[in-house]
């Protein structure tokens, strides 16, 4: 068997399904039960200094 032809039938075969399975494990990692805190304190990160600038000491000095 040619190499083309056999790296096209396995991209067209068990590298799909690979992928889809990695994508669903992905889809089901973001959206577990439990990983809601996590994203609301990481979606809230440029709202943390809301009242003034963060002022950083040390590229001051």
Known sequence: ME???????FA????LLFLFLFFA???FWVF???S???YAETANIP???ED???I???AQK
């Open 3 to 9: 190499t083309y032809s056999f790296l096209r039938e």
């Open 36 to 38: 809601k805190a996590t």
């Open 12 to 15: 067209d075969s068990w590298m």
């Open 56 to 58: 950083d000491e040390e």
């Open 25 to 27: 494990g992905i889809v």
């Open 32 to 34: 577990r039960p439990g």
């Open 47 to 49: 709202f943390q200094h």
């Open 52 to 54: 003034k600038p963060y």
